[in-house]
Structure formats: structure tokens, C-alpha cells
């Protein structure tokens, strides 16, 4: 067992710990892009086994990731290491009867699929094919695994698909041809290819070939760029793939209207089971019997962010109907329970995602766990296994009853790590908002907190606008990261934000600047009478995308509120915005329609028609590859600022799309971020 492996298994176990503990220190960015991180955890059909991964950087800043194998049954039973070798396991699933796990990896040069027998052995390679394999799912007999693909509609094998892709490699032109949006899409230029799916025989032996299902269909699946195989199942009964989508069209750039489709495992016609709605299907699962299919439905077409309804379907009758019509939450995944009577989903609930049990007979709903933000990993019949996150927890693994009692832990990844740091304690709260609404937030004592002082805000504005700064640990807008700078964080989640009822979140479609800018007035007045320690006389406010937005807004409607602003991704002209960005449904649905039809709103909520009025410091960041909110918009912010004389800073990568994923780019947003405030501020 190599070093770093088996320090991790120590500490993933509890085991270890420094002879000389450190006094924690207050938190940072380079403690946060070393942290252990969990993936890929995976739970046997019995409830017994649990394996998930672990990404590790060591003492060296060498990175090593693992799976580990924990024995459920036994509350004193300690991880083990099933895997060594070097690179990732990823998308564990285990084989129904238990004694095997299959993962996807990259040990043969390309992204294949392994089983790896629990008992000892090597894992041994799956599939062999021509192309990389982008996820997958197994049926439930185990007998027969679906796999997505990138390839070329065309295409008749996978063969023809290698050579294409190699051909465009090797052209002398580099000139790209479309002949219909959308062209790109998030941070990727269309290529013309297509995630389709591929099913094949798993009997032992090696897979070389598979069924492309959906061949010929110029549709996608899973839908890029964010979704995965949580849109794709099988029929219980092995004979069919159900899966979400498109249907082939010129429309891409401003249609949400995804269906879900039926098509047998051999290949051959499709069939729409959800045809009635022009809005988006998603997420199709089966009860294990094959009588229920539930799935997740949208009822407006053209917005991303409405409540997704539960829909269950008899398929014994035919008959369909929204489960839980009355509770106003937007689930983002469901799981039956073993005997189908029971969906556990997982919601955005006021500034929590919390786990609900749903009774499908008569719409009952019951909140299960409700703290931190959590994500569904299996459901048995011994309990509900879900990873949880919190303001000052960055994920772990744990278990609790299906009455939703007997929590119990069941991971440590960062025991050692978070014993060396220090967080900001916080606090949920609220205040009268726009109309007298109540609205929510969260606000984080600096780290170095001493009673009786005064201490400089960090007013951060989440993105979305449809989103939320809850109470989650993130890889990239951390707010103990303020904090442990010596700032007081308040975070407020303002009219259109999500996980307070779907009018909520509707009231900022047709309002970008109108509430959502009361709120952040309301708020930050509030938090700092509710809190005397917060000083809203010396406050510098930040936020991406949206919050970018909000920033240059502010900068118009606001610019007496802060001492500066920093400005990530955020539109500066909503003009050339609708032009130049990607998914055109989203500007469409919240200005109502194209900017051809309704120029007046567009202008109304445009900041660059109110840049009169700028004059705080604002420091500008933004990423080439960003096709949601291209970088012309941070540079024509950027470039006014620079002509008026008004203090100004521009931070660009070439390497990032509309977020900043690579760690070391990471840490110099920020150093560059709090170096900006530090400067603006009087701490």
C-alpha cells in the first residue's frame, strides 16, 4: 500500500493525529484547496456496504485518490482500502448481489468501466471500446449496463466516430461551420457531436461493442452541460431505456422543452411519454416493482427555475398525477423506497437542502433531516446514507433512520485538516424586506472575533438570479474564507432566490433591479442594527454572475452603499448581453421575451444606461472561456471605468469558463480579491 494511501486510511478512519496538535488558524485558501474531498460513495442493494472515494493531497502537495469499503453493519467496523493505482475511481455502482463494485477509470489510456471484486483481486476492464465512456448505469438484474458517448449522429459505429474525431484533430482549417444555434455552449464551441447512449451485454466478457439506442437521432443525452446519468434509467424489467431530452430542432438556444423517452434496449423507434408538456421533463425513476414511474416536471416553457413538480405515472393504468400538488418546494432528486410507496427527495428549504419523505398515495410531506445542505446517496431499508455540507463542514458521509432519527457519522476525511483550522461561527436571520416579506440570510463573525469591536463587511451576492448562499461548504465562493480574512460575512438571499416558495423565486423574473436591490438595502441595515459588531459604514460588496450584475447595478442605483465592489461575471449591458450569450431561454423568460420584443424592459434593468452615476472602486473578473456571460461584458465595465478616472482593477483568465475551477487560479482570485478589499477597507 503506497504512503499517502495509507495515511489516508488512518485518517479517514480516525486514527490519526499530530503528536504536537497546532493551534487552529484561521481559514484560508490554500487550507481550502488542500482539503480531502469525498466522491463517487456508493451503497449495496442489502444496506450493509458503503464505498465511496477520497481525494487527498498530502504534506508534499502530491494528490492521490482512493476508494474505501465500510461495513455498515458493524457500528465499529473501520474503512478499508479497496483501491491504489494511480489516478481516479469514479461513479461506483454496486453489483446486485453485493460482492462486487464496478467504477469508471482511465488506466488503459481512455475512460472504461472495472468491477472489482470486494473480496480481493485486481479490478479487471469492463468495456474496451474506441471511444471514452462518459458515465453509465446497470440494469437491475445487473445483466445489461447503459453507457453515454460522445459521438457523431451519423455515424454507424464507433469506429467512424474515433476517425472523425481525429480527422477535425487533424484538419489544416481551423474554421468552425454552423448552420444553427446554438454554436456554443458554457465554455465548449459545438463540435457537432452528441452524447448518445450505448447498451451492452454484461456476461463475463470484455465489451467491445455496444447498441447505440439513439442512433441517428441529432438529440443529446445526458443534456449538457451539467446533467448526468441521473436523466437515464432502465425499465425494471431490462426491456427498455427511459432517459431525458430535446427533441431534435432548430429552437436549442431557446426552448427548455425536455421530454422523456422510451426506446428498447435493442434500438429502433422512440417513443415521447411526455409529449402534453412543453416544459422540462427530468430525472426518470422506477419503483423496483415496475409499477410507478416518477420523474420531476417543470409547467412553464422557457424558465430554468420553476418548481419541479413530482410526477408519478401508473403503468399498470396509465393514470398520471402530481404527487404533493400543495408543497411548495422544488425537489432536485427522488428515490423510491423498497416497497414504492415512499419517494425521499431532497429540496432547497430556506437556506438549508434537506431530505423530505413524500407519501405517494396521499401527497403527505415529512422533513427527514433539515441542516446543512445534503445530497441523497441510497435509500434501504436499514436508512437513508446522504453526504451533508455545512458552513463549516466540507462534506462527509452519514446515516440516520427512515423515521429520520439515530443520526450517526460515518466519515471523517478532513479530521486532521479541520483540527488546524479555525471557522467564524454564523447564524441564520431575517428581516422585513421588499413589501414587508420576510427575507433570510446568514451572517459569519470574522474569525478573530472579539466582543466590544467593529469589524469591516463582506456583503456577498450570490448568482443565479434563481440561487442561494445557504448553509453549504463551496469549492469556489466560500464565505469563511472572509471571514478568516478579519471580515464580518452577510450573505442575504433576496426576493428570486430559491427554497422559499416558487412565488418567491418568481417575483424577480421582469424585476432584476427593483426588489432584489431593496432587499440588499434592507438587509444590510437590518443585519448591522441586529448585530452592532458589523460596521455598515465600511462595507465592500462582491458577487458573480447575477451578483456581478448586482454589483453594476449598484454601481447606477447604490454608489454611496460601499467603500468598493468586486464584480465576477457580471452583465454589463443587457443589449449586447442577449446577443452574445448561449441559452437564449433564460434572458427570454425573465425579460419576456426576445430584446427585439421588448426593448423596454431590457433597458430599464441595463446597467451601462446608468454608468453616470459610477464612481466606487470596483475590481473586474472575468473568464475567456465564459460563454453564459462572455468577457466582453467585464471588459466594456472595465474599460468605462479606466476612461472616467474611477478607480479600477481587471483580473482575466484565459483558462476559465463562468467559474474559477483550476486551484491555483483560485488562490490568486483570492489574493487579488482580498488584497482589494484590504485596500479599500479600514480593518
Given at each position: 500500500m503506497k504512503k499517502t494511501s495509507l495515511l489516508l486510511a488512518l485518517m479517514t478512519a480516525g486514527l490519526c493525529s499530530s503528536v504536537q496538535a497546532a493551534a487552529p488558524t484561521a481559514f484560508n485558501v490554500q487550507q481550502l484547496v488542500n482539503l480531502n474531498k469525498l466522491h463517487s460513495a456508493a451503497v449495496s442493494n442489502d444496506g450493509t456496504k458503503l464505498v465511496y472515494g477520497v481525494k487527498i493531497k498530502d504534506a508534499n502537495n502530491e494528490a492521490s485518490s482512493d476508494l474505501y469499503l465500510l461495513d455498515l453493519s458493524d457500528k465499529n467496523a473501520k474503512p478499508m482500502q479497496l483501491t491504489s493505482a494511480a489516478g481516479t475511481e469514479s461513479d461506483v455502482t454496486f453489483a446486485p448481489d453485493g460482492k462486487s463494485i464496478y467504477f469508471m477509470a482511465s488506466r488503459s489510456g481512455s475512460s472504461q468501466i472495472y468491477k472489482l471484486a470486494l473480496n480481493g483481486g485486481e479490478a479487471i476492464q469492463v468495456t474496451d471500446l474506441p471511444l471514452d465512456v462518459n458515465g453509465y448505469k446497470l440494469s437491475q438484474d445487473g445483466k445489461q449496463v447503459v453507457m453515454t458517448l460522445r459521438v457523431f449522429p451519423e455515424c454507424k459505429d464507433l469506429q467512424c466516430s474515433k476517425d472523425k474525431f481525429q480527422a477535425e484533430k487533424d484538419k489544416k482549417t481551423t474554421g468552425r461551420e454552423y448552420k444553427q444555434l446554438m454554436v456554443r455552449h458554457w465554455d465548449t464551441?459545438?463540435?457537432?457531436?452528441?452524447?448518445?447512449?450505448?447498451?451492452?451485454p454484461l456476461n463475463g466478457n470484455k465489451i467491445t461493442t455496444a447498441i447505440n439506442v439513439t442512433q441517428g437521432r441529432d438529440t443529446e443525452t445526458p443534456p449538457k452541460p451539467f446533467s448526468g446519468m441521473e436523466e437515464v434509467t432502465f425499465t425494471p424489467d431490462g426491456q427498455h431505456i427511459v432517459y431525458s431530452a430535446k427533441a431534435p430542432s432548430t429552437d436549442q438556444a431557446w426552448t427548455t422543452n425536455y421530454d422523456l423517452w422510451q426506446v428498447s434496449v435493442k434500438g429502433g423507434e422512440t417513443t415521447n411519454l411526455t409529449p402534453s408538456n412543453a416544459a422540462w421533463d427530468a430525472q426518470p425513476v422506477f419503483s423496483a416493482d415496475g409499477r410507478y414511474l416518477a420523474y420531476l416536471a417543470m409547467s412553464k416553457p422557457g424558465f430554468e427555475a420553476d418548481r419541479y413538480k413530482i410526477m408519478l405515472r401508473d403503468n399498470a393504468t396509465g393514470d398520471e398525477r402530481e404527487v404533493a400538488p400543495l408543497w411548495d418546494r422544488s425537489p432536485s432528486s427522488i428515490n423510491f423506497s423498497s416497497d414504492g410507496r415512499t419517494l425521499y427527495v431532497t429540496a432547497q428549504d430556506v437556506g438549508q437542502v434537506s431530505i423530505f419523505e413524500v407519501n405517494t398515495q396521499f401527497g403527505d410531506v415529512r422533513p427527514i433531516y433539515n441542516q446543512g445542505s445534503s445530497h441523497l446517496v441510497a435509500v434501504t431499508s436499514k436508512g437513508i446514507i446522504f453526504d451533508n455540507t455545512s458552513l463549516t463542514e466540507p462534506g462527509d458521509l452519514y446515516k440516520i433512520n427512515l423515521e429520520g432519527e439515530h443520526l450517526t457519522r460515518l466519515t471523517e476525511v478532513n479530521k486532521d485538516k479541520l483540527a488546524n483550522i479555525k471557522f467564524g461561527e454564523?447564524?441564520?436571520?431575517?428581516?422585513?424586506?421588499?413589501?414587508?416579506?420576510?427575507?433570510?440570510?446568514?451572517?459569519?463573525?470574522?474569525?478573530?472575533?472579539?466582543?466590544?469591536?467593529?469589524?469591516?463587511?463582506?456583503?456577498?451576492?450570490?448568482?443565479?438570479p434563481q440561487g442561494s448562499f445557504g448553509n453549504s461548504f463551496s469549492g469556489r465562493w466560500n464565505a469563511q474564507l472572509w471571514a478568516g480574512a478579519g471580515y464580518g460575512v452577510v450573505m442575504v438571499d433576496?426576493?428570486?432566490?430559491?427554497?422559499?416558495?416558487?412565488?418567491?423565486?418568481?417575483?424577480?423574473?421582469?424585476?432584476?433591479g427593483g426588489k432584489p436591490l431593496e432587499d440588499l438595502q434592507k438587509g444590510l441595515a437590518a443585519v448591522a442594527e441586529q448585530q452592532p459588531?458589523?460596521?455598515?459604514?465600511?462595507?465592500?460588496?462582491?458577487?458573480?454572475?447575477?451578483?456581478?450584475?448586482?454589483?453594476?447595478w449598484i454601481q447606477g442605483h447604490w454608489n454611496t452603499g460601499f467603500k468598493c465592489l468586486v464584480n465576477h461575471a457580471g452583465l454589463f449591458d443587457m443589449r449586447s448581453m442577449y446577443h452574445v450569450t448561449e441559452e437564449l431561454w433564460f434572458p427570454e423568460y425573465d425579460f419576456g421575451g426576445p430584446y427585439s420584443d421588448n426593448k423596454a424592459l431590457y433597458e430599464k434593468f441595463n446597467p451601462v444606461n446608468y454608468v453616470e452615476n459610477w464612481k466606487t472602486p470596483m475590481l473586474i473578473i472575468h473568464g475567456e472561456k465564459d460563454f453564459r456571460v462572455p468577457y466582453g461584458q467585464g471588459l466594456a465595465a472595465f474599460s468605462y471605468m479606466q476612461r472616467k478616472g474611477i478607480p479600477s482593477e481587471l483580473l482575466m483568465f484565459p483558462d476559465e469558463n463562468h467559474w474559477i475551477l483550476n486551484q491555483d487560479n483560485l488562490q490568486q482570485w483570492y489574493n487579488n480579491v482580498l488584497g482589494w478589499m484590504d485596500r479599500w477597507t479600514a480593518k
Open positions: 464551441w459545438e463540435d457537432h457531436a452528441r452524447n448518445h447512449l450505448f447498451v451492452a454564523y447564524q441564520q436571520f431575517n428581516f422585513k424586506g421588499w413589501n414587508d416579506e420576510t427575507v433570510h440570510g446568514y451572517w459569519i463573525k470574522p474569525t478573530n472575533f472579539e466582543e466590544g469591536k467593529q469589524y469591516p463587511i463582506a456583503y456577498l451576492v450570490h448568482g443565479g433576496f426576493h428570486g432566490s430559491t427554497g422559499y416558495g416558487q412565488a418567491f423565486t418568481d417575483s424577480i423574473s421582469k424585476d432584476w459588531w458589523l460596521d455598515a459604514t465600511n462595507a465592500c460588496a462582491l458577487g458573480g454572475s447575477y451578483g456581478g450584475y448586482m454589483m453594476n
